[in-house]
């Protein structure tokens, strides 16, 4: 059974809204990467910051307050009339929360402790429950007042790419008519220190698939779908997820995971791989990932299907990052903002030899707006856990 994004609120280092983060993406921006002196203890970090200060929580919420739920709440404002519209059509029992983040409110936890390793005692007001993972889906279901199933997924990377995956089987068993799916991640001290640890940060901005390529970027954003069965112009046509345990921080070398999700999403979608008319990558520009993928992605698709990665514009959202990058396909597709152009791979154009070649794609590159189309997102995480995720339009 077909399920369709009807609605999309977002916002990230590309932009506050749909329309800003569109036109900063089909061009190739990188000015939502900055530097930050306050993540690490030695030095500077580029990062994906999302600059603009976003709404407070109403106050009847105070108790869930924390930067991750003020970007879930940027988002879902966006699109708030269409999501209450429905609900008065279908009830409040039968629309689902479904989200992902790996972060939560760690940050508030990361103030509240300095504060009382300096003064002795816990900030008044400090809650721990604000960085339980739980925490974004119960906000999200209290502030739209929904009574259907509301949980959170937390697989890293891949986290909001299954929260997709997850509410589309619950439209398509009839548990709900509706959810509410995406997800929402903030930059912290402990996410940063942690793959600084990993030796996985890059020097300045990433390169991914670059032989010069020396790690990631981390970033920040949310991106909220309403999904139903309505139809609307963009289709959630297919899923595919595997996981491969190949290592806990370090994917399959083979690629055999990554190709698993994607061939899964294929036959989800009852389509060839030739159908696919562009692939967001999850091209994280650390070594190990971008080779396997590269490999993944050609054994599939071969040399000819236009690609790239946008984290070298956004920075790695992780547990936003895969209904984000799902997000710039749904701009990709959707007419109100389809040119015809797909984002650009930015990059120093260095190729790694030890990569099959790929259609990496420079800024203005225009696969046209043809009647149907179709578009693969790639999302892979620690621990092997991996999601594919294929929207169309005109099927």
């Known amino acids: 059974m077909k399920v369709y994004l009807n609605a999309l609120g977002l916002i990230t280092p590309l932009g506050r809204d749909k329309a800003e983060v569109a036109r ?6 990188r000015a939502g990467l900055i530097e930050r002196t306050d993540l690490l203890p030695d030095r500077a970090v580029q990062v ?3 600059p603009w200060t976003p709404p407070e929580l109403p106050a009847r919420l105070a108790h869930l307050e924390c930067r ?4 879930a709440l940027a988002a879902l404002q966006q699109i708030e009339a269409p999501i209450n ?3 008065r059509r279908v009830g409040a029992d039968r629309v689902a929360v479904v989200l992902g983040t790996s972060t939560s409110g760690i940050a508030e936890g990361e103030q509240a402790l300095a504060a009382r390793l300096k003064k002795g005692v816990w900030p008044s007001g400090f809650r721990y429950s604000r960085q339980e993972a739980g925490n974004l889906a119960a906000f999200v279901a209290a502030y739209l007042e929904l009574a259907g199933p509301a949980y959170t997924i937390t ?8 929260a997709l995956a997850s509410a589309q089987r619950l439209i398509a068993t009839g548990l709900c008519d509706a959810a509410v799916a995406g997800g929402a991640d903030t930059l912290c001290k402990m996410t940063v220190q942690g793959f600084d ?3 996985a940060l890059a020097a300045h901005h990433c390169n991914p698939f670059s032989r010069n390529r020396d790690g990631i970027n981390l970033g920040e954003g949310a991106a909220v779908f309403l999904m139903s069965r309505e139809p609307s112009p963009v289709a959630l046509l297919g899923i595919g997820e595997s996981s491969d345990a190949h290592h806990v921080s370090a994917p399959d ?10 061939r899964r999403a294929l036959e989800h979608a009852r389509l060839p791989p030739a159908a696919i008319d562009y692939i967001n990558l999850h091209g994280t520009a650390t070594p190990l990932n971008d080779a396997m993928e590269g490999h993944a992605v050609a054994e599939i698709f071969g040399p000819r299907t236009p690609c790239s990665s946008t984290k070298s514009m956004t920075g790695h959202m992780l547990g936003a990052a895969g209904a984000a990058e799902a997000a710039f396909l749904w701009l990709m597709l959707e007419p109100q903002f389809a040119t015809g152009l797909v984002p650009p791979h930015l990059w120093d154009g260095v190729a790694d030899p030890a990569i099959p070649s790929l259609n990496l794609t420079p800024s203005g590159y225009d696969i046209g707006l043809p009647d149907r189309c179709a578009a693969l997102s790639n999302s892979f995480a620690f621990g092997g856990s991996n999601a594919s995720i294929i929207l169309g339009r005109g099927w």
């Open 24 to 29: 900063n993406l089909f061009k190739g921006s």
């Open 48 to 50: 994906g910051a999302v």
């Open 68 to 71: 991750n739920n003020r970007l």
């Open 85 to 87: 519209d429905l609900i």
């Open 155 to 162: 697989t890293a990377c891949s986290s909001s790419a299954k």
């Open 197 to 199: 640890s990993l030796e």
């Open 253 to 262: 070398p083979t690629g055999a995971g990554a190709a698993s999700a994607m």
